[in-house]
């Protein structure tokens, strides 16, 4: 076993839940693209909060003044694990989804009939239906084409990108097919037309550093859930950019950034549960500062999922029965998912059959039903899909293939 390897598996004991059994298996949790698991430090978080300090915000006594606190220091941190500016540019929000949506309702009151947004046919669902309502206004919505490969036609994209074009709307990574977007390439091409890039980092963010300011985006999302945190959603938004939109808020709610999008009380417990998550990922690196901690830790994370995802996809290929979808692991950039249909057996009953012996992974689309639709397998009832997540093992996949060829055999 390599070093890598020692210390991520000398880790696991970090995740309570990597204990639990059934069925006389010990769970194999290969679902990580729909939620990863919670280390205990970030349980440890959430309840330190409850019991010290469960107040309202914006209050003159200590327990709201240490939540206005954390909650700021949240804001700092997430901005570090990103890569931003600063915590000013951190909003969150109930998930992804919702904080998108609002999105589109500050964005749409700057558009007008004719106006072009550009979304893609590999996209989840939470940053194309947030776009595609833009319709009912005028607005015109483009896809981009996805082709049989899993990867986004980038002649088609450019095409595409014209002096209408208002904003673009596109995901760093693929949960349905662990594509990785170009995102550089397409930033540059909205800089000449005076567009919005709008970024879903949702399944990029576990698996690999990000340095948003670099990118020079102007909108990102992303969820802690999907990076072994609670379920609260974040938004960055490029500085001074929020305090130009006109976001749905009471009237009473602080209109400058990060605040101005951010309706009603926030999930303060679970936002402490995000602090805690970055500094738990940050362990995992070196580095005199938290941000060179973090971006360490996540190439650490990064090389040990994909080598793990790789051996995962060669051996899947070496099934009968089993067809891979999405790019191949050639190139390094590629996020550690891989789906499958097994001829024969459609989603549900291969991962029935793969619970049974305490796997666990995913049938269906995975809200990213448009991309599974165009590959022609939404009928068939999607595909099954593994993801690799940091606490995930070779034994683990040793597991489901032979699981996965006792099927094959039947």
């Known amino acids: 076993m390599d070093k890598l390897s020692q210390l991520f598996e000398s880790r696991r004991k970090d995740f309570p839940s990597l204990a639990r059994t059934y069925n006389g298996h010990t769970l ?83 558009l007008h009939p004719g106006d072009e947004v550009l979304i893609t046919q590999l996209d989840h669902e939470a940053n194309r239906g947030p776009w595609l309502r833009l319709r009912e206004r005028g607005v015109v919505v483009r896809e981009v084409k996805l082709l049989p490969n899993g990867t986004l036609d980038m002649d088609d994209f450019r095409k595409k990108i014209t002096e209408n074009t208002r904003l673009v709307a596109m995901g760093f990574s693929s949960n349905a097919l662990g594509t990785v977007n170009d995102v550089s390439t397409v930033r540059r091409w909205t800089y000449k037309v005076g567009a919005y890039l709008l970024v879903d980092a949702v399944h990029f963010v576990p698996h690999f550093p990000i340095d948003v300011k670099s990118l020079g985006v102007d909108f990102l999302l992303c969820s802690a859930y999907k990076f072994y945190g609670p379920h609260v959603g974040i938004l960055y938004a490029k500085e001074g950019l929020l305090e130009q939109l006109d976001c ?31 500094e738990y990922i940050s362990t995992y690196g070196e580095g005199d500062t938290l941000r060179e901690k973090i971006v360490s830790a996540m190439e650490r994370i990064s090389s040990y999922e994909h080598e793990l995802a790789l051996y995962a996809y060669k051996c899947l290929g070496d099934i009968p029965g089993v067809t891979i979808y999405g790019p191949s692991f050639d190139e390094r950039h590629r996020a550690p998912t891989i789906s499958f249909t097994f001829e024969g057996l459609n989603p549900i009953e291969v991962c029935k059959s793969l619970n049974e012996e305490g796997i666990l992974a995913w049938d269906g689309h995975f809200y990213a039903i448009r991309p599974i639709e165009v590959l022609g397998l939404l009928e068939q009832g999607g595909v099954t899909r593994i993801g690799i997540s940091l606490y995930n093992t070779k034994e683990e996949i040793d597991r489901l293939i032979k699981a996965l060829q006792k099927l094959s055999a039947r």
Do not use: W
């Open 248 to 278: 749905e808020r009471v009237c009473t709610q602080d209109h400058r950034a990060p605040y101005r999008i951010e309706t009603g009380t926030l999930n303060h417990e679970g936002i402490a549960g995000v602090k805690a998550t970055v």
């Open 28 to 110: 194999a949790y290969l679902d990580g693209p729909g939620g990863t698991q919670v280390p205990q430090a970030v349980i440890d978080a959430v309840t330190d909060y409850f019991t010290n300090c469960n107040a309202n915000a914006q209050g003159y006594f200590v327990t709201s003044i240490e939540s206005d606190e954390l909650i700021a220091e949240a804001r700092e941190t997430v901005a570090a694990f990103l890569g931003t500016e600063n915590g000013d540019t951190i909003s969150f929000g109930q998930n992804m989804t919702t904080l998108n949506y609002a999105l589109s309702r500050a964005l749409e009151k700057s």
